[in-house]
């Protein structure tokens, strides 16, 4: 099988690989789709996270059960989405059923061979059955569309009533983000590339502007974006009383004005990957799959995805979802 390896940082090789063979428990997945992700630029940029290289990145994976292992459920021919999730499964927020709260947590692509491939193995518990008839190029949204569903329903529990609602960030999160909200709510989107700004705009008919202004008065903000100085900027577009939804990874640590944070009784809530939410995902991608399928803007094939990952890295790809179909998967 065909795989793209990451052998080190600024080090991803298309090669073929011996395909793996399922053990008990586990699950050979043919891939149809897999995203490209902002975490997979952040890793081949720095090699964080990666527990050891060389790694298949690709943690957003739609595909097909193509071999069942000893004692598995799943029927091969079975179109599936796979959680991303690496837990301990022992310590108290995983026995909780808070996993993505664990201290321990690792990710799909990178403390185990990923989606950047032809096939990938799972244990059969991190699949999740996708909705009869869903195209490919939406299902691999799942992955993404259930931390956006996760980042709205901590907002619902945190923040019942939030109606005006800013998005800083036009990437991908942050236009499942705002397609996953109530679609009764107020949302604005902002985002600083005018190319990106007009995709989004067609992708979510929603308002796209710029930047968020001071005295945006916001309810809540979701920060999408990451940028140093962005809690500030969410802080400053919401009223007092609002909240400040974390949805994207910083790269180091925030300053935050404490005193402002009081006195406006602001509150500040982080949204880490998602709990329970795939199977609604599935769901609600499968009942609306054309108010999501405009995310996904350029389809490459492996033996291209070295160089899209290298210039999406450097800033050179201004448009929004990039997803990698192997050849023949289509
Ligand atoms: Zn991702
Ligand atoms: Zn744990």
């Not at 975490?39 to 097909?64: I, K, M, N, Q, Y």
């Not at 640590?253 to 329970?276: K, M, R, S, T, Y």
Request: include cysteine; charged fraction near 15%.
């Amino acid at each position: 099988m065909i795989a793209a390896r990451l052998h080190g940082v600024r080090d991803l090789r298309v090669e073929e690989l011996a395909p793996p063979d399922p053990g008990p428990g586990e699950l050979l997945v043919r891939v149809q789709a897999t995203g490209v992700c902002g975490s997979d630029l952040h890793v081949w940029r720095t090699g964080a996270f990666v527990t050891a290289f060389p790694v298949t990145p690709g943690h957003e994976v739609t595909g097909v059960v193509a071999a069942a292992g000893e004692g598995t459920a799943t029927a091969v021919g079975t179109a599936v989405a796979l959680d991303s999730r690496v837990p301990c499964g022992a310590c108290p927020e995983c026995l909780a059923g808070h996993a993505q709260r664990c201290g321990a947590i690792g990710f799909l692509g990178e403390v185990c061979d990923g989606g950047f491939a032809e096939l990938v193995m799972v244990p059969e518990s991190r699949t999740w059955a996708v909705p009869a008839g869903l195209d490919p190029a939406v299902a691999v949204l799942a992955e993404p569309a259930a931390v956006a569903m996760h980042a709205g329903r901590r907002l619902e529990r945190l923040a019942p009533g939030a109606r005006r609602i800013g998005v800083i960030g036009g990437g991908p999160i942050g236009a499942l983000c705002a397609l996953m909200l109530p679609p009764d709510l107020d949302v604005v989107i902002a985002e600083t590339d005018p190319v990106r700004a007009r995709l989004l705009a067609d992708a979510t008919g929603m308002p796209v502007v710029d930047a968020l202004p001071a005295g945006f008065r916001a309810d809540a903000v979701f920060d999408c974006a990451g940028f140093a100085g962005s809690v500030a900027t969410a802080m400053a577009a919401c009223a007092p009383g609002g909240t400040v939804m974390l949805v994207s990874l910083h790269h180091a640590p925030e300053a935050l004005d404490a005193n402002a944070l009081l006195a406006a009784e602001q509150a500040i809530a982080g949204c880490h990957v998602f709990e329970d939410e795939m199977p609604a995902t599935l769901a609600a991608l499968a009942a609306d799959p054309g108010r999501f399928a405009p995310v996904v803007n350029r389809v490459v094939g492996l033996p291209e995805l070295p160089d899209a990952v290298a210039e999406a890295a450097a800033g050179g790809y201004r448009g929004l979802k990039t997803i990698v179909v192997p050849e023949g998967a289509a």
